[in-house]
Structure formats: C-alpha cells, structure tokens
C-alpha cells in the first residue's frame, strides 16, 4: 500500500524559509521520479519541483532561485527547502511520483501540507 505523508508548513512572515518533508512507503522509492505540487484556493494543482532518483532537478519558474528539492533514497524522503517565501506561495503542498519503469504515476496524494506566508 503506497503512503505519502507529507509534513513540515506552517506559517512564516514573507522573506521566510521553510523545509517540507514527505516520507514515502510501500514504493521502491529509487525507482521513482518524485514532484512536490501546491494548490492554492481557487486555483488548480500545480507542479513547483521535480527531481529523479539521480538527483536531477527542475523548478517551475515562479520558484527557481527560491526553492530547492532534495532526496535522500535511503530513507525515501523527498524535501523541499523553501527560501524567501512570498504570499502567492501560500497553498497546500503535496508530494507525488512517477514510475521510470512504468511511466505510471502514484494513484493517490498524502493529506498535503498547509504553507502560509503572510505578515
């Protein structure tokens, strides 16, 4: 049974930083290019960071130079440093994957992780 359990939001004054964590089970975690997505109210979900088992990375724009993914396979966690946090980054933050076997990806999201940013 996969498990995405995402943890580490709060709320930070703008020009704050946070780190996001999301543990994962039940995958073979190294076998799994792994993304952290964000929904704000009103708005659909939208893919910040992506980085393969290899550690290869790729931001969105609106986070480049801000944010940074990492992983640590050993203890299949995915984390998302996020520097210089501005209002419009207030959403729920999710973490998922996609099979590079498979191509497939997870069927199912963790609870998500509330991020505000605000005064």
């Known amino acids: 049974q996969v498990q995405l359990v995402e943890s580490g939001g709060g709320l930070v004054q703008p020009g704050g930083s946070l780190r996001l964590s999301c543990a994962a089970s039940?995958?073979?975690?190294?076998?799994?290019?792994m993304g952290w997505y964000r929904q704000a109210p009103g708005k659909q979900r939208e893919l910040v960071a992506s980085?393969?088992?290899?550690?290869?990375?790729n931001y969105a724009d609106s986070v480049k130079g801000r944010f940074t993914i990492s992983r640590d396979n050993a203890k299949n966690t995915v984390y998302l440093q996020m520097n210089s946090l501005k209002p419009e980054d207030t959403a729920v933050y999710y973490c998922?994957?996609?099979?590079?076997?498979?191509?497939?990806?997870?069927?199912?999201w963790g609870q998500g992780t509330q991020v505000t940013v605000s005064s």
């Open positions: 998922s994957g996609r099979s590079i076997v498979t191509m497939a990806y997870l069927a199912s």
């Open positions: 039940g995958i073979i975690f190294s076998d799994y290019v």
């Open positions: 980085i393969t088992g290899g550690g290869g990375a």
